[in-house]
């Protein structure tokens, strides 16, 4: 019935394809001025050609986004293009014959594609376990270090590099100097995923979990066990404070001047421009010296776009059209200038860097350049099922650290539970 | 009433003294109690009227900024969405669809049914009346992806139908109308029967104007229940000249981590305009609804 | 049903094939579904998916978060419906009182009934605001330092009150109407009997009254379960961290936004035996209630 259903609406297509435009939709979940970006882009796409008309349709958050596909998957009226969120990447590429891998897609419809064109932190995050990439990263962003440059020359210090040099001068001097010295606005992605990557340290079995799906997750270790330790201690001395599991909340302090420094998104600059009235730049996400000397790359945040599939050729060579139109430097750049989101490519960078768009905001660069170190063994990202739940039970308990419900040790221990739990659950989904 | 006037004689200053006072208590009790509930309204009201970086630093205002009539122009009247054709006019329409629509055919289907389960001899009453009572409070939320599937099968998804249908399964509407049509007096089925009338001429010359109150109380409730749905809209209309109010609203709202300022005085302007419709009706047919509900709770 | 009904064969079942069948497409088969895959753990897109018994259920049996969630939705069910309840009460009461200006505060007092769950939590977003919150600073006046979204109890609070705020205007109606539905000669002969108009209140008033404070305490524990939603999901503000959460949201976290379908189902099938339990319990009180009138 429903392959009936979803060959009957492909005839239909094809039979009127011949004469009209190939139309496709593409279901994201960018809200407010970054949704108007997005239209941007597929008016602009639309204006470039005369052969196919891509729709855009604002589905709610990633997760009703998300949700709201696989319903739709499921009755076979998928959108051609589905914006997917990090956490929410396995369940997607768990599901094989849900989506082409869109180095397939580009493959077939003979669009050049090489992994090496992309800038090394964003090449593996949506890639299978063999290195080919199945979902086209779209708004990528990376954890990075906001400051505020009046706070520090007041405090008479520099952005730290390290988590050492934090503890020891850069947070003390800035207390001294009437501010909260750190905030923070996603544990699980900064303090966790990012913090494994940065040190080079495994967050799960199976490569990640890249290898396949009977993963358990290795959180509870001593490195982050420590740095928790650390942020107890330095929210009880007045060094970081935190203002619960939303985003906002944390950058608002930042942006009224309250905290001298917060981690945020790579993303986040082109908002902060407009927020804030003080002058302000960015570094590296700092790192412990005491666990590594050579602090590696991040990974990249945010979401990818992924082909669904079941949809006539015709769609799906729209649909690469699209994705060649999405990737060109010209495109990227722009989005980056908008948004503040990574140009994905290393062309886009470099289109970037020519125009002197980094002479003028140099922070909007750090998140690339962070993405751009070496890489190590534990750097490309990870693959866990579940993994929304899993956001959320660390979230949860790191909650209960900082607000002193619960200890650093029992508080991994239900994580690490937890989650292998959930990794369970999931690999059972997958037969 | 004589007792009346002998206590009030026996000891009259203070009666009427205590009777001022409990009056003045009543009515500061009313005053603050009416403060209560209205000041977040007065607020978001203020509030609409400042750009958003304002809001964001400052949060809600109790003086009035300069930006009121744009905000609330922005809101009604500014194009969005990749068609440019969605504004707050059209996610007004859409939400008058949604609400009457829902109200309306709740009413007729669930007043059918109470019909059908009070005043006929029916083998199977006491099982149909379970299959639909066991729905009563089984919230949308629960059963939300089923009946998502259930509509793009029926090929009923971005249609007003599909937004409506699945929001009358719940038997909310035919539980007030049974315990109304349960409360009329049997005489007046008897005399009908005496005239002559059938059951269809008795329900639409006698019942169905009797219950005029009881459709009124239903209407407004449902009316409201439906204009304010969120999530059912969200899954089933991919079509953005579907879009309701309160959708428009929590997609401003949603920015929670976005790069960008959120709108949020066209947000707060669009939840009054959202809230106005309903209100209206609610005082509007006020005294009905109360009457209406007076007659149920019999 | 009707002593001196009509014996027509086939119009009830005209009259009833409406509303059974939307009830049959959208609720029975959602129902059916979600008992089916409640035994299964199976992959959203409907590729893969393994029987597992009654695993789910165990799970949710052995889950201590599970247990937190239920207990704080019978804390939060229980003061939500009292305070709404009694708030609402003591304006209907006092608003039958007056005699002057009762139509303006019934008319003031109903507005809210008409905002949006959505719209209800953003105010609380605002005004719980920590920064710049008006009520955020209120409580700071008394040396609470009130944080919404970091502090457990605190969060939960400022819920309570936005649902409590929203749900007041439906009983104030309600229970207005049940008021000034008691007789004339009822009151006018309890105002002889008793000069003292609370004791008044409690020996003639309330035991009248009961029947709607009945029905409106159903209306309300469902309300609190199911219908604030909106509210407790716009103030997590998209993150549920280690803030309260009721059941139906706790279903929704996990099948809407994490896609477990067969853990979040065997939630579903609980809730609605729950539900069950709740509708004959109503109906039982609710014949009684018809018998002795």
Sequence with gaps: MKLLKIAATGLVFA???????????????????????????????NASQSDYKITPVFKGSYEE???????????????????????????????????????????????????????????????????????????????????????????????????????????????????????????????????????????????????GADTEILVNNDAIKAHFSALKDWKDQGLFEWYGTGWGDNAKPFEEGKVAMWLGSSGSFGGLVQKVDFPFSAT????????????????????????????????????????????????????????????????????AKEDGHYNEFPAAEVGIQQLSLPAGDNTKGYRMGFYVQIRDVMNREYGRILTGETDVETAFANIEAESNKLLERFAKTQN | ???????????????????????????????????????????????????????????LALTFGDELGSNFEKALFEKGGFTKTVDGMVMLKNSFILGIGFAVGKIIISMMAAYAIVYFRLRFATFAFWIIFTTLLLPLEVRILPSYEAIQRLGMANTYSGLIVPLIASAT??????????????????????????????????????SRTMIAAIFIIMFVFGWNQYLWPTLITTDESLFTLVRGIKQIVLTYSDAAIPEHGQALALAIVAMLPPVLIVIFFQSWFVKGLTESDK | MKRAG???????????????????????????????????????????????????????????????VAWFTVYFTAIV??????????????ADNVLRGAKTYRTLLMWVYAIAPPVAGFLGIMFFDQSHGPLTRFFGFFGWDFKLGVDYFDTATAMIIVAVWKQIPVNFIFFLSGLQSIPRSVREAALIDNNSGFRRFWDVTFPLLAPTAFFLLIINITYAMFDTFGIIDTMMKGEPGANPMTLVYKVYLDGFRGNDLGGSSAQSVVLMVLVLVLTIFQFRLIERRIHYT
């Design chain 1, 15 to 45: 039979a009127t394809s011949a004469s009209a435009q190939t139309e496709i939709t593409w279901w994201h979940a960018m809200g407010g001025q970054l949704g108007e970006t997005v239209n941007q882009i597929a008016e602009d796409f």
């Design chain 1, 65 to 211: 986004t998300l949700t709201a596909g696989i319903a739709a998957f499921r009755a076979g009226e998928q959108p051609n293009i589905m914006q997917v969120f990090d956490a929410g990447a396995a369940t997607v590429i768990g599901a094989k014959g849900a989506v082409i891998p869109v180095q397939d897609l580009l493959a077939a419809n003979d669009v050049a594609f090489d992994i090496n064109d992309y800038i090394p932190g964003v090449r593996y995050f949506y890639a299978d376990a063999d290195g080919k990439m199945i979902g086209m990263p779209f708004n990528s962003s990376t954890p990075i270090l906001y400051y505020n440059e009046d706070a520090l020359a007041k405090a008479g210090v520099t952005a730290p590099k390290t988590w050492e040099e934090f503890a020891s001068t850069t947070g003390p001097a800035l207390k001294e100097a009437g501010y909260i010295p750190l905030s923070q606005s996603h544990l699980p992605w900064i303090f966790t995923e990012n913090f494994h990557s940065r040190h080079d340290l495994p967050f799960a079995s199976n490569n990640n979990g890249y290898d």
């Design chain 1, 284 to 351: 590296m996400l700092p790192y412990w010296e005491g666990v590594t000397a050579e602090p590696k790359q991040t990974f990249i945040g945010g979401a990818a776009l992924f082909a669904m599939s079941g949809k006539s050729d015709e769609e799906n060579k729209a649909t690469a059209e699209f994705f060649s139109f999405l990737t060109s430097p010209e495109v990227q750049y722009g989005w980056h200038k908008e948004t503040g989101y990574v140009p994905i490519t290393e062309a886009a960078y470099e289109v």
């Design chain 2, 1 to 59: 009433m004589a007792d009346l006037t002998q206590t009030q004689i026996a000891q009259p200053t203070p009666s009427r003294l205590r009777f001022k006072w409990n009056t003045i208590f009543d009515h500061l009790i009313l005053i603050a109690g009416s403060l209560l509930m209205l000041m977040p309204l007065v607020y978001a009201f203020i509030t609409a009227s400042y750009d958003p970086v304002t809001i964001h630093r400052e949060g």
């Design chain 2, 173 to 210: 509407g035919t539980f007030f109308f049974r315990q109304f049509f349960r409360a009329v007096p049997e005489e007046l089925v008897e005399a009908a029967r005496i005239d002559g009338a059938g059951p269809v001429k008795f329900f639409i010359d006698i019942l169905v104007p009797l």
């Design chain 3, 6 to 68: 009509f014996t027509n064969p086939w119009l009830p079942i005209l009259l009833l094939v409406p509303q059974l069948s939307i009830i049959v497409v959208f609720f029975y088969w959602p129902a059916a579904w979600a008992i089916q895959s409640s035994f299964y753990l199976q992959d959203p897109f409907g590729f893969g998916s393994t029987f597992v018994g009654a695993e789910n259920y165990t799970d949710i049996a052995q889950s201590i978060e599970y247990r937190k």
């Design chain 3, 81 to 94: 419906t009292f305070l709404s309840l009694s708030i609402a009460l003591l304006l209907a009461v006092k």
